[in-house]
């Protein structure tokens, strides 16, 4: 939610007012948030920095554009610890009874499992899958091999939709990127996700490799503790850190080195928003595409955005 509203407040700030310069007066964007912060999985400090930067003074490089605004005017305004009760064509009504009227809604609070995963889970029929429900709570319930439990090893989930049992891990594009090349490693090494094998707690053993092929440290740690030398290692899931846009060119990083909470390297305003850039632009998945996300930022920079697309 706060990267939409930093991509709106910058485009009323720099690009809006250029063509409706009488009207930004009129424009109040409103944050309602069901929790007391933003960005909770942030340290407290980039959360109240963040806070800052969305309740700041509005910006602009046009002075004549000030004198058309009303005093003590405030562009964002962050409502922590409301609930939304509904929505219609005109209003929102909060839990604490109040209503407020609208022009443009936008819905950032998540959404429900899928109608395919629900049948997938109802497919599976009683078992382990539905006792894992307890902890998957909608989702599909894995093993540490991303294998669907009740599945015998014929499916495989990864991403939201998914729930690892013995730690879950955050619904987030960094976590089902590395599940994907932890996959494609397996696949690619024709490892055998269907061992046949149930261990006592009716749980199978780890995939199995082609036991002629060599294996890398990871795999032989692993097959050092478990006793076997084909066994995969499990999952692993490697916190490179989370980014946030605030606006105005200005960005939270919080990159994480080690498990260490004291390893963490924290990044506001232009360094910040220089990291967030450095690591948009190195998981483009080509130079071509690199090129031209750096192109199109070059052109909004000088000519401004291209509101004919909106």
Known sequence: MLQTDSELRDFVEQDGYKYYPKLLKYVRIKIIEASPTVLAPFDKQLQQEAI?????????????????????????????????????????????????????????????????????????GEGKQSEAQSVARGRVAIDPWLRIIGGDGDILALGDCSCI???QLPATAQVASQQGEYLAKLFS??????????????????????????????????????QSGDLAAPFQFLNLGILAYTGGGSALAQLQLTPSEQARVKGTGKIGFGLWRSVYLSKQVSWRNRTLVLVDWAKTKVFGRDITRF
């Open 52 to 124: 800052k930067q969305l309740t700041r003074g509005i910006q602009t490089k046009d002075p004549t554009i000030l004198d058309l605004l009303p005093e003590s005017f405030q562009l964002t305004e962050l409502l922590l610890n409301s609930g939304v009760s509904e929505v219609d064509e005109n209003k929102i009504m909060l839990n604490d009874g109040s209503e407020i009227p609208y022009g443009l809604a936008v819905w950032a609070a998540g959404n429900g499992p899928l109608p395919v995963t629900l049948s997938l889970i109802d497919a599976l």
């Open 189 to 226: 090494k024709n490892y055998s996700m269907n061992t046949g094998t149930e261990v006592n707690d009716g749980m199978m053993l780890p995939p199995q490799a082609d036991p002629t092929r060599s294996k890398s440290v990871s795999e032989k740690i692993s097959s050092f503790a478990s």
């Open 165 to 167: 049992v013995s730690g």
